[in-house]
């Protein structure tokens, strides 16, 4: 089925997007001819994307359906781009097949001999990477589909790795649980992080995991999240990992962890034979040593021993926008860009910021007016509960980008209930003011967090906030 649908043409809406580039890189990488269009194009955002795109052989068109000509190609589109967009209303009006990004995405990876999904509320794209760098450093040569630019695969060539195409037999990605497309999937291994409040209810979430451990052929669990470790009864022949949870079958010999701004070492123990392994990682955060337990776990399920695994993590550089740090002035501010934006990632990446000495100026750009809604008592509460009284707060309106949504609850109300419970914070609604307060309240010392999702051009604020602190 695979094969025929790959010779036919594809034209992805929102070809520049975190979830669709990496789709459509890794569909043209298997051969098929492959066109798009982006609203952000069409707005001058991220230009330097787009001809990348362009120069690697994609047709790029307005979002206005002359991209959309025949009734062979297949039109790929998010469930939330409604009918009325020209080029959905083209691609009906053609006879083209239309297809979310999750139901391509899972007819692949269905289809490997060796498939591994990684799912959770929170840490998949890290996981991702990490598991998708063990089984290419040790010679298994799988296709990775990432949400996030892999920073072990940029290249002059491929400076947007967020896909990487292999021989076709191994084939890890991450897999969302926000719309229910988890359901598609059919992993031989897969590997539930953590359980938390995000798009959907509790209940709603407990059984889409349930299920998504329960259609693998094995299941490898993070013993320490309490509700992702209620579920592991579900799974088949689990292997469970965990760093403050001695039941897990993978897990951290305790007083081993040493933490660095940048980095950290510690003992990974396998209580399975009793065997101890040193790994080293360049990646700060308790959090992040619980992603590389999962991604060792992963991919010992997968065949590949512990200390190989252990040992190919000593090279991984990370992601961008996952802590990434874009650099110190020579007063000592540091700016670090992060794609925290739901409670449970905000809370990651605060403690870890607090968890190294000085002041925290946190930057949150809602990625939003829905999720704000959903989450928003609880991110909230994160920022009171992570930050301390001398640390600040700045929230700008939520990102808006066309659509009906409902935009009368915005972030003035979070900056509101940060207050009430104690936290330093304050809405300023236009980006650019927000960097103005930035700049004047830096002093030496200081860490500054860009946080926020669904907007490529954060990490471009980020740069220029560094550049305006150092003139």
């Known amino acids: 089925m695979t094969q025929s649908l790959l010779s036919r043409p594809f034209f992805f809406c929102g070809i520049g997007g975190s979830g669709m580039l990496p789709l459509a890189a890794i569909v043209k990488g298997l051969g098929a001819e492959v066109a798009g269009s982006d609203r952000s194009r069409e707005q001058g955002r991220t230009p330097e994307k787009f001809a990348w795109l362009e120069s690697r052989g994609f047709a790029l068109f307005p979002q206005d359906g002359s991209g959309l000509t025949s009734g062979e190609q297949v039109f790929v589109a998010s469930a939330a781009v409604e009918d009325t967009v020209p080029d959905a209303a083209r691609a009906k009006a053609v006879g083209a097949t239309r297809m979310t990004r999750a139901e391509l995405l899972s007819s692949l990876f269905n289809e490997a001999e060796c498939s591994l999904a990684v799912g959770g509320t929170s840490g998949k794209s890290t996981?991702?990477?990490?598991?998708?760098?063990?089984?290419?450093?040790?010679?298994?040569a799988p296709t990775i589909m990432n949400g996030a630019v892999m920073k072990n695969f940029v290249s002059d060539e491929e400076p947007f790795a967020s896909a990487v195409v292999g021989d076709g037999k191994v084939f890890v990605s991450e897999v969302d649980e926000s719309d229910g497309s988890i359901?598609?999937?059919?992993?031989?291994?897969?590997?539930?992080?953590?359980?938390?409040?995000?798009?959907?209810?509790m209940d709603e979430l407990r059984a889409l995991f349930g299920d998504f451990l329960a259609t693998s052929g094995r299941a490898v669990v993070n013993a320490d999240d309490l509700e992702a470790f209620r579920l592991v009864t579900h799974g088949n022949d689990p292997i469970t990992f965990?760093?403050?949870?001695?039941?897990?079958?993978?897990?951290?010999?305790?007083?081993?962890?040493?933490?660095?701004?940048?980095?950290?070492?510690?003992?990974?123990?396998?209580?399975?034979?009793?065997?101890?392994?040193?790994?080293?990682?360049?990646?700060?955060?308790?959090?992040?040593?619980?992603?590389?337990?999962?991604?060792?776990a992963a991919a010992n399920a997968a065949g590949i021993p512990v200390t190989e695994a252990v040992a190919a993590l000593a090279d991984f550089a990370g992601l961008a926008r996952r802590f990434d740090i874009v650099g110190t002035t020579a007063s000592g501010i540091t700016v670090i860009d992060d794609f925290g934006h739901n409670p449970e990632k905000c809370r990651a990446t605060l403690k870890t910021l607090k968890s190294q000495a000085g002041r925290v100026l946190a930057f949150f750009q809602p990625h939003g007016y829905g999720p704000l809604r959903q989450m928003g008592d609880e991110l909230a509460q994160t920022f009171a509960d992570e930050l301390a009284p001398e640390d600040h707060t700045i929230l700008c309106d939520p990102v808006y980008f066309g659509g009906t949504v409902d935009r009368s609850e915005g972030s003035e109300r979070i900056v509101t209930l940060m207050q009430e419970a104690g936290a330093s914070a304050e809405h300023i609604p236009a980006r650019e003011d927000c960097a103005t307060r930035l700049c004047e309240l830096a002093r030496p010392g200081?860490?500054?967090?860009?946080?926020?999702?669904?907007?490529?051009?954060?990490?471009?604020?980020?740069?220029?906030?560094?550049?305006?602190?150092?003139?």
């Open 242 to 296: 965990g760093i403050d949870n001695s039941c897990a079958a993978l897990g951290i010999v305790e007083g081993s962890i040493s933490e660095s701004p940048t980095g950290q070492n510690a003992t990974v123990i396998d209580r399975r034979d009793g065997s101890e392994h040193a790994l080293t990682l360049a990646m700060p955060g308790k959090h992040n040593l619980s992603n590389s337990l999962a991604a060792i």
């Open 127 to 140: 996981t991702t990477a990490m598991l998708g760098w063990i089984l290419h450093a040790t010679g298994r």
């Open 183 to 201: 359901a598609l999937y059919r992993p031989s291994v897969a590997v539930l992080l953590n359980v938390s409040l995000d798009h959907k209810s």
């Open 446 to 471: 200081d860490r500054i967090v860009i946080m926020g999702a669904r907007d490529d051009t954060l990490t471009l604020f980020a740069r220029d906030l560094l550049a305006r602190i150092e003139a």
